[in-house]
């Protein structure tokens, strides 16, 4: 008999990488909860910045024209020294969009105002956060998962085929399963508020005494509010005063001003700065996501963005394996996510000791375009290529055109829960049995989209008889010629997507 689920995933955690899967696992039609023991949404800014990668991500998921409607780009910094004279600066370096990557800048939006707009998105789904649910317990079997939840309503227990922990750096799920937290306190012990103020503009990221640790603030424009977010070191011990008379002696003394005058202070924190990266992000049917698996130093905006990301990663092999897919899928999310995390843990700590001697510029690093998963088990090509795109990159984007003339993007192809499947100049003769959850398209003369400018050709090196499948979250799965399409269908079946699943 058939075992019946209260839900096929219970998501612990309502935060940025919380809902990012939870939306992607209700466009998906997959059954879930999304508890979050917190009594009401968190309205800190802490995150406030997303990456362009991030930002194709909220356009699949159909939410960046409300994020960029919400937000804005980050000013320019001004720095101050120690007589009040000042250098201007941009903090991002700047790139023009191209064809191929849409979005070269991160927008500036405070995580509260995200979030907000993520659950609106969820709710459009028919899905809404259970706030004041906490998880205290949970057990597993080779069958599923079963959770003790505590809330308004008392105690109840739930099963469910997955648990998902996206409960933050104290994750109890992450305890629970007994998962090691290496890593390394980074000596930095750091206040961060969002603060409504009079005495400076809102044009420039306000800096004072940068580089020197004891005495450096900035005062950054929140984009989307009416506040100001204050950042800077403090003593590694000892109390600090949060308040608005508290925050206002403390910008006084290092800012050397007695203008600038905190009216009131809506979020504020001091927290100690740490690097750490879980030993294993999955343990039988229980999954870490977020800073449930890494936490980084909040230099170069990297936390918010890899989570979301992580989400992303683990929301469609989820919804295969509900589906059919072998379990075995699953393996490649931490194949896949953990070392991301770990290369983000090295490049925020890197661009942390950058910001101690007040030289941190923020490049094509940050982006997060250039990760992909080349090494992974899900990355196919035959023959290899080298120096192009290859299986396991991000899939870029490129303009084409629809046989009946209207003017196209690949990621209007992409955008949705379906592979992708694309010929490039191809006889219609070789393609592959039709499936569901993934599309063809044949590009070339005879094909239902045309490559005009060669923009495609171009930017991923294909040859005639070329065949290109796109995963669910736009990475390159395979790449192979006409020839060697019976490899692809042992790679179909590998990710539920068997010609004998599902028969013409």
């Not at 963005?305 to 295969?320: C, E, F, I, P, R």
Request: net charge negative.
């Amino acid at each position: 008999m058939t075992e019946k689920f209260a839900a096929d995933v219970l998501i612990c955690g309502a935060g940025a990488a919380g809902l990012a899967l939870a939306i992607d696992l209700a466009r998906r039609g997959i059954s879930f909860r999304l508890i979050e023991k917190m009594a009401h949404p968190f309205h800190g800014s802490r995150g406030k910045g997303i990456q362009p990668r991030t930002q194709e991500i909220f356009e699949d998921l159909g939410i960046l024209d409300r994020i960029v409607a919400a937000g804005g780009a980050y000013p320019p910094e001004r720095k101050y020294d120690h007589h009040g004279s000042y250098t201007d600066a941009e903090v991002m370096e700047h790139a023009d969009t191209t064809s191929a990557e849409p979005y070269q800048l991160p927008l500036m939006l405070p995580q509260f105002l995200t979030e907000a707009v993520m659950r609106e998105r969820l709710l459009e789904l028919g899905h809404r956060p259970e706030f004041g649910c906490e998880l205290v317990g949970f057990e597993q079997d080779s069958g599923g998962v079963t959770a003790r939840l505590a809330g308004n309503g008392g105690e109840e227990a739930l099963r469910v085929r997955w648990l998902v922990g996206a409960d933050g750096g104290r994750s109890f799920v992450r305890h629970a399963l007994g998962i090691d937290f290496p890593g390394k306190t980074l000596g930095v012990r750091a206040v961060v508020a969002d603060v409504v103020l009079t005495g400076l503009t809102r044009d420039v990221w306000h800096r004072f005494s940068d580089g020197d640790m004891a005495r450096q603030i900035s005062l950054c424009p929140l984009a989307g509010t009416e506040m100001f977010q204050i950042q800077g070191p403090i003593p590694l011990d000892g109390d600090i005063d949060l308040s608005a008379e508290g925050l206002a002696a403390m910008v006084a003394a290092r800012a050397n001003r007695d203008d600038i005058h905190i009216q009131s202070v809506s979020w504020s924190s001091a927290y100690t700065m740490n690097a750490r990266l879980a030993d294993r992000y999955r343990i039988g049917r229980v999954f870490l996501v977020g800073d449930a698996a890494h936490i980084h130093p909040p230099t170069g905006g990297q936390g918010l963005n890899t989570s979301v990301q992580d989400a992303y990663n683990l929301g469609w092999k989820l919804a295969a394996v509900a589906n059919g897919a072998p379990d075995t899928l699953l393996d490649s999310y931490e194949e896949e996510r953990r070392p991301v995390a770990a290369a983000m843990l090295g490049l925020a700590t890197k661009l942390l000791d950058a910001q101690k001697q007040g030289e941190m510029r923020r490049g094509r690093e940050v982006h997060q375009l250039d990760i992909g998963y080349p090494g992974s088990s899900l990355a196919l090509e035959q023959p290899r290529r080298i120096g192009r795109p290859s299986a396991g990159d991000r899939a870029p984007d490129a303009p084409i055109r629809g046989a009946a003339g209207q003017s196209t993007r690949l990621f209007d192809l992409l955008k949705g829960t379906h592979w992708t499947l694309v010929g490039y100049e191809v006889g219609r003769g070789s393609m592959p049995s039709p499936r569901p959850n993934m599309r063809v398209h044949i590009v070339g003369p005879h094909g239902d989209m045309i490559d005009d400018g060669s923009h495609l050709r171009d930017t991923y090196a294909l040859s005639a008889g070329d065949w290109m499948l796109v995963r669910p979250d736009g990475y390159i799965g395979a790449i192979l010629p006409t020839g060697k399409l019976e490899i692809l269908e042992g790679y179909l079946a590998q990710v539920g997507l068997g010609a004998d699943d599902y028969p013409a």
